[in-house]
């Protein structure tokens, strides 16, 4: 079983910058590509990013494209979502996924527990 655990959510100001890690215990992220979503309450879950095993293929929602930036160091085992010019828009619990296949609705075989990122003066 992959265990996914998310760091790096917070409070930010609209304007600021964040950085999610996602990390796997016990087993190696090599094999997957990796996805980031995010839920605000009372709305549907969305997919906001994804990229390949090999890191040479990333998708982005239209929301984020230009302000997110994902990117995998296979040293470390962390996949990493840059976010920035971040917006009130963005406040969410944001997730971290493991699958086969890179897509924004795709379907994911593994998730962690999500981390909040809350945008707001």
């Known amino acids: 079983q992959v265990q996914l655990v998310e760091s790096g959510g917070g409070l930010v100001q609209p304007g600021g910058s964040l950085r999610l890690s996602c990390s796997a215990s016990g087993y190696t992220l090599d094999d997957f590509a990796i996805g980031w979503f995010r839920q605000a309450p009372g709305k549907k879950r969305e997919g906001v990013s994804c990229?390949?095993?090999?890191?040479?293929?990333?998708l982005y929602a239209d929301s984020v494209k230009g302000r997110f930036t994902i990117s995998r160091d296979n040293a470390k085992n962390t996949v990493y979502l840059q976010m920035n010019s971040l917006k009130p828009e963005d406040t969410a619990v944001y997730y971290c996924?493991?699958?086969?296949?890179?897509?924004?609705?795709?379907?994911?075989?593994?998730w962690g527990q999500g981390t909040q990122v809350t945008v707001s003066s």
């Open positions: 990229i390949t095993s090999s890191g040479d293929i990333t």
């Open positions: 996924a493991a699958g086969w296949v890179c897509g924004l609705n795709a379907e994911y075989n593994f």
